[in-house]
Nanobody
């Protein structure tokens, strides 16, 4: 049984920073590709950032230069460092971990950016 548990969301003012974490648990779990997604009320879930097994990263245009995704394979954890936050970044953030062809999702963590 694979479980992903996120932490680090909260309320921050415009221009502030937050760091999200997502840890995978389960016997013998080795996440391949990690991703962060977000969903704002009334919107579809969108990809924010992804990091491959080898550390290659890709970002949505809206967060390039502000967000940074990283991973710690020893801890089976992925991080999302979010800087220069904007009101438009307000959403529920979900981590996604892929093992082979199976996707696992965290429960979501709320990020609210106030002006």
């Amino acid at each position: 049984q694979v479980q992903l548990v996120e932490s680090g969301g909260g309320l921050v003012h415009t221009g502030g920073s937050l760091r999200l974490s997502c840890a995978a648990s389960g016997v013998g779990v080795k996440i391949g590709t990690w991703g962060w997604y977000r969903q704002a009320p009334g919107n579809q879930r969108e990809l924010v950032a992804v990091i491959s097994t080898f550390g290659n990263t890709n970002y949505a245009d809206s967060v390039k230069g502000r967000f940074s995704i990283s991973r710690d394979n020893a801890k089976n954890t992925v991080y999302l460092q979010m800087n220069s936050l904007k009101v438009d970044d307000t959403a529920t953030y979900f981590c996604n971990g892929r093992i082979a062809l199976t996707n696992y999702w965290g429960q979501g963590t709320q990020v609210t950016v106030s002006s």
